[in-house]
């Protein structure tokens, strides 16, 4: 079964930073690229970054650039979100993904999310 856990998730104050992380289990972590997404109340999902299998690439939402960094420690099955100089409209839960296609099928897998709230 397959299974990816979010974590480090919280309230913290405007211009804070906040590091979550997504461990997953029963599946070869390394042969799948990594996303976080988001949604805010009320809005649609939004992709935040994005990790190749490797880690070789990445890639963010304008949003984020310069803030956030997305990295993996493939060894502990392990994504990350580094999230800096938060602001209030970053407020928003968490989902990391895990993708990847097979003879042309995609295979997704999504963890349950976790709060992130900037508030003071």
């Known amino acids: 079964q397959v299974q990816l856990v979010e974590s480090g998730g919280g309230l913290v104050q405007p211009g804070g930073s906040l590091r979550l992380s997504c461990t997953a289990s029963g599946l070869t972590f390394s042969n799948y690229a990594m996303r976080w997404y988001r949604q805010a109340p009320g809005k649609e999902r939004e992709l935040v970054a994005v990790?190749?299998?490797?880690?070789?690439?990445?890639d963010y939402a304008d949003s984020v650039k310069g803030r956030f960094t997305i990295s993996r420690v493939n060894a502990k099955k392990t994504g990350y979100l580094q999230m800096n100089i938060l602001k209030p409209e970053d407020t928003a839960v968490y989902y990391c993904?895990?993708?990847?296609?097979?003879?042309?099928?995609?295979?997704?897998?999504w963890g349950q999310g976790t709060q992130v709230t900037v508030s003071s």
């Open positions: 990790i190749t299998a490797g880690g070789g690439s990445t």
């Open positions: 993904n895990a993708n990847r296609l097979v003879l042309g099928t995609a295979r997704d897998y």
